[in-house]
């Protein structure tokens, strides 16, 4: 049974940092494709960031947070990582991690994740 548990959301001011943990159970870890999604309020669901199961492959970022995002992951820890910088009032939303549904899965796909954390909230206020 895959288990993905998000933590480190809060409330933030416009220019703060803040990193968001997600730790993943029930499968090897290290196997799958993990990702990062948001969902602001009254808004759909957005792909921000993803992170292949092989090292040395270039991360996907959503263009709005190219440069102030970096996604990274511990396979010693089963944990994925969001750092965000310079955060804007636009990034406010609950964030969600995902895992990849196949090892074959491509990371870029937003429609390879199948398995979702319950989520953390983010609020960038100004």
């Known amino acids: 049974q895959v288990r993905l548990v998000e933590s480190g959301g809060g409330l933030v001011q416009v220019g703060d940092s803040l990193r968001i943990s997600c730790l993943a159970s029930?499968?090897?870890?290290?196997?799958?494709?993990m990702g990062w999604f948001r969902q602001a309020p009254g808004k759909g669901r957005e792909f921000v960031a993803a992170i292949d199961r092989r090292a040395g492959v270039s991360p996907y970022y959503t263009d709005s947070v190219k440069g102030r995002f970096t996604i990274f992951r511990d396979n010693e820890k089963n944990t994925v990582y969001l750092q965000m910088n310079s955060l804007k009032p636009e990034d406010t939303a609950v964030y969600y991690c995902a895992q990849a549904g196949h090892p074959s899965n491509s990371y870029f796909w937003e429609s390879a994740y199948r398995y979702w954390g319950q989520g953390t909230q983010v609020t960038v206020s100004s």
């Open positions: 029930g499968r090897t870890f290290s196997d799958y494709a």
